[in-house]
Nanobody, 117 residues
Framework: QVQLVESGGGLVQSGGSLRLSCAAS????????MRWYRQAPGKGREFVAI????????SYVDSVKGRFTISRDNAKNTVYLQMNSLKPEDTAVYYC??????????WGQGTQVTVSS
């Protein structure tokens, strides 16, 4: 079955960096675009970034452009989110997502990112 396991979250001071990872299994990773979302306390889940199956054409929500970088390693079935210049408003649970017409929509369990001011 499809499994997505996020890691790399933690507590960091404003201006710091974190690198999130999402290890995928149970599907053909290299055939599927991957996404990162986040959910802050009391708010809905928000799209953060997407990367195509080949690693090209990444796209970001405006609030993270220039600070976050999504990447993937298809040999390791892993997608990453490098987060630099973190702000308190980046505090959220971060989720990776994989979806396609044949496999459906799948989410990881999430990893907590807390940015202190």
């Amino acid at each position: 079955q499809v499994q997505l396991v996020e890691s790399g979250g933690g507590l960091v001071q404003s201006g710091g960096s974190l690198r999130l990872s999402c290890a995928a299994s149970g599907f053909t990773f290299s055939s599927v675009a991957m996404r990162w979302y986040r959910q802050a306390p009391g708010k809905g889940r928000e799209f953060v970034a997407i990367i195509s199956n080949t690693g090209g054409t990444p796209s970001y929500v405006d609030s993270v452009k220039g600070r976050f970088t999504i990447s993937r390693d298809n040999a390791k079935n892993t997608v990453y989110l490098q987060m630099n210049s973190l702000k308190p408003e980046d505090t959220a649970v971060y989720y990776c997502n994989a979806r396609s017409g044949s496999m459906g929509d799948h989410w990881g369990q999430g990893t907590q990112v807390t940015v202190s001011s």
